[in-house]
């Protein structure tokens, strides 16, 4: 197996006046479990069909599993944005000509779909036909639908969108489980916090162009501004004698005061000397949440205008 | 190869196994026979009001009452409507042959429709009217309806003619009727009096009437065909009548099963985009995989409905013992030129099927491929008449058209020149090749192309991009 499932290397994809995809370059290695997020029109789904085969590239290259995708069809699977099931077919059928044009044979491949079909709690629907399922349902059979051969690369496009919570959770469930047994995993989103759950990697694309590409860590790391929160419960207090602490000032609106720490001071003796310093209703180190990194990066990548855009976006979710 | 086969398998499973199409292929024919079946029945069961009763002949001599006898006989009246309505049969399919339909024969005659569906049953009187007060007394009894006509006949009326007598001086007898007399039953009875008379002036004449009848009677040709190996094979009537319907049964097969088919080919690729199952499928075959099983999916479907259809028909040809009408050649040639028409309108069909989003953006791609594809059809009497005509041998290489104009000229009658079958053949391939090629270049863009649909210009566009 290759270090990186997916290479991708300077590749532009224009359709007409836009722009959709301007010199990217991406590496995603093997057996990660890798976010792609951006706000809607950022080149997400046309990235992941221009890995997928499905369109190619004006320019650049894309290695997809040491040659390209349409070599590897059988090994990747891939749930795309725009979900479709053939109505008047019976879900059990349905999962069995997939799977068969996936290169799966065999004599037990319903048997198999019937114990997939019982892992996402649809046990009772083989024999129904697509279209009486509920939308919820039919969403769980098209995931089904995607990792049913078993593949290496799985590809799912904004996996969670109209799912309830429980069945989120179930398919976040799977979704962890596959990739625990090595497969590498691309899921594109844009509710970020689904993606701080559950991605060890994050890849960040707005109007085409990549904005951020690093290790959930990497962004913690990066992103940390050394920040403490505090909020002393009698609303009065002065932590500028502590070690460590450059300046404190009041937050707007609440008791509480931000203090801001020196570069090589370590955020949990701090904490603890404050907690000493007196009575506290709470005390946190403050990390920047994939939003307010998702914001900024976009305001970095875009201008005021496009930070502006992503915030409405991220209201929405 | 085995994507394809497992696409093609879903095609024709997912089509074949359908109620509604179970319905349609089979209940066709059912249908089609039970028209026919409720057609005679109702014709049967429009019966003509009987014909009952006495016709009194005013005639000096008594010959012409004579001979009415006998041509008012019901079993003479029916046998000769029948015969007639045969002769009349016979010319409509030598119509329809040559094309030239003006020349076809009318409905049978009022008369002879009674004749065949009435009941007829005539007493002939004779009867005098020397004076006014014994017509009056005859024309007392059609008011009271004891008698159905009076019929009067000047003596001069049964002198032979002479042979240049113009219409004009033609005589004239009188039939007196009811004021509600059917106008069917009015007819019937001139035209068995016109017979009688006739009948009456051959014997005058000093001829056996009999004889005269036969003698104007134009006899049938008893055709005998010189086969090219050797021999003769003698043909009878029901032979010569069904070897013109058997090009036309042979090209009416591969139209149904390729419209049905190729119909259906169209609409699963337009269902297939519409519920966007499209790009599933295209994360696992490639666009030419995907459109490859559907044709050879959908081209099975076709077969299967040809085969129902030519082996009923076969059935029935065995069953009256015609099947040595066809030559073991004509159905490999049906198979044959099945396909090649298949595959020319199946891929265009997923062609215009991939380009489109729904069925009423696809019926304006449809039309222009329509009119090219009625052409054929509306040629096929020209092509029958003359097989190795111009028309018909340009029809042969013209792709589209070329399988249909090839299946008529193969089965017709006159054999076409060897080379044209193997060349025709050829060719048409290679257009199948050529039209396969340019509409997988239009199915891989179109797949994916959701909104305004294309004009055939943008289509023909697509087919350059790499």
Redesign the interface.
């Known amino acids: 197996m290759t270090e990186y499932a997916i290479r991708i290397k300077k590749v532009n994809k224009r359709f007409g006046s836009t722009h959709a995809v301007r010199d990217l370059d991406l590496d995603v290695p093997t057996g990660s479990l890798c976010g792609f997020l951006g706000p809607n029109g950022a080149g997400k789904s046309t990235t992941i ?1 221009m890995i ?1 085969s ?2 190619y590239p004006d320019s650049g290259s894309i290695d997809v599993l040491g040659s390209s995708a ?1 070599n590897n ?2 090994r ?1 699977g ?1 749930l ?1 944005e ?8 019976k879900v059990g059928d349905f999962l069995v ?2 799977a ?4 799966v044979s065999g004599p037990n491949l319903r048997n198999q779909v019937a114990e997939w079909l019982e892992r996402i709690d649809l046990p009772e629907v083989i024999n129904k036909k697509c279209e009486e399922l509920s939308k919820g349902m039919q969403q769980k059979v ?1 995931f089904l ?2 990792i049913i051969h078993d593949p290496d690369l799985i590809i799912l496009d904004e996996p969670f969108s109209g799912l309830d919570p429980v069945n989120a959770e179930l398919i976040n469930h799977l979704v962890r489980e596959m990739n625990e047994a090595g497969k590498t995993i691309i899921f594109s989103t844009h509710i970020l916090h689904q993606a701080e759950l559950l991605c060890d990697r994050i890849f960040l694309i707005n109007k085409g162009v990549k904005l951020l590409d690093a290790t959930l860590d990497e962004i913690n790391e990066k992103f940390n501004p050394r920040t403490l929160l505090v909020e002393p419960l009698n609303g009065q207090a002065n932590f500028t004698d502590i070690q460590g602490v450059i300046g404190m000032r009041p937050m707007p609106d609440s008791a509480a005061f931000e203090i801001e720490l020196q570069e090589q001071a370590d955020p949990q003796q701090v904490m603890q000397q404050i907690l000493q310093s007196g009575p506290m209703r709470s005390v946190a180190l403050r990390r920047l949440t994939l939003d307010e990194v998702f914001i900024q990066q976009v305001k970095v990548g875009g201008g005021d205008e496009a930070a502006a855009l992503a915030r409405e976006e991220l209201s929405h979710v | 190869m085995s ?1 394809i086969l ?2 093609a398998w ?1 095609e024709f499973t ?1 089509t074949v196994m ?1 109620k509604i199409f179970i319905i349609a292929v089979l209940g066709m024919p059912v249908v089609f026979i039970g028209i026919m079946v409720a057609a005679a029945f109702l014709m049967e069961g429009n019966k003509q009001p009987p014909l009952i009763g006495t016709v009194a002949i005013v005639d000096a001599s008594g010959d012409v009452a004579i001979a009415a006898k006998v041509e008012f006989e019901a079993a003479r009246i029916r046998s000769e409507a029948q015969q007639k309505l045969q002769d009349q049969a016979e010319k409509m399919i030598e119509g329809v042959k040559s094309g030239n339909l003006g020349s076809m024969p009318t409905a049978p005659s009022q008369a002879d429709n009674l004749a065949l569906r009435g009941k007829v049953e005539i007493t002939i009187e004779s009867a005098s009217a020397d004076n006014e007060e014994q017509l009056e007394a005859l024309q007392q009894r059609i008011r009271e309806k004891t008698l159905l006509a009076v019929v009067v006949i000047p003596p001069e009326l049964l002198q032979p003619p002479e042979a240049e007598a113009t219409d004009e001086e033609a005589l004239h007898y009188s039939l007196y009727v009811s004021e509600d007399f059917d106008s069917d039953h009015a007819s019937l009875i001139r035209q068995r009096l016109g017979k009688s008379i006739v009948r009456v002036r051959a014997q005058r004449a000093g001829y056996e009437p009999e004889q005269v009848m036969a003698i104007i009677k134009s006899p049938s040709a008893d055709t005998k065909r010189i086969l090219a190996e050797g021999g003769i094979a003698d043909e009878t009537k029901g032979d010569r009548v069904l070897r013109k319907m058997i090009p036309m049964v042979f090209m009416m097969l591969i139209w149904i099963g390729v419209f049905s088919s190729a119909q259906h080919l169209m609409m699963s690729t337009i ?2 985009k519409s ?12 666009p030419f995989q995907l459109m490859a099983g559907k044709i050879l999916g959908h081209g099975g479907v076709g077969l299967l409905i040809v085969s129902i259809y030519s082996s009923v028909i076969f059935a029935a040809l065995i069953a009256f013992s015609f099947f040595h009408l066809i030559d073991p050649m004509d159905i490999v040639y049906l198979v044959v030129f099945y396909l090649m028409a298949y595959f020319m309108i199946a891929s265009m069909m997923a062609a215009v099927g991939s380009a489109v989003s729904d069925i009423r953006e696809a019926n304006t791609l449809v039309t222009p491929m329509m009119m090219i594809l009625i052409v054929p059809l509306m040629l096929w009497p020209v092509i029958i008449e003359a097989p190795n005509g111009l028309i018909a041998t340009w029809c042969s290489f013209i792709p589209l058209a070329a399988p249909f104009a090839m299946i008529l000229r193969l089965a017709a009658e006159e054999p076409i020149p060897t080379w044209q079958i193997p060349v025709s053949i050829i060719w048409g391939y290679i257009c199948v090749l050529a039209m396969v090629w340019g509409a997988s270049k239009i199915f891989r863009v179109g797949v ?1 192309m959701y909104g305004k649909p294309p004009s055939p210009l943008e289509l023909i566009k697509w087919m350059r991009y790499s």
């Open positions: 069909r997928m499905i369109i349409m069809k059988d990747i891939y795309p725009e979900r479709g099931i053939y109505r008047k077919m000509y997939l068969k044009l996936k290169g098209q639908a995607a | 994507k497992t696409v879903r997912q359908r269902e297939e519920n966007r199952v499209m790009e599933v499928l295209l994360s696992a075959v490639s994916l």
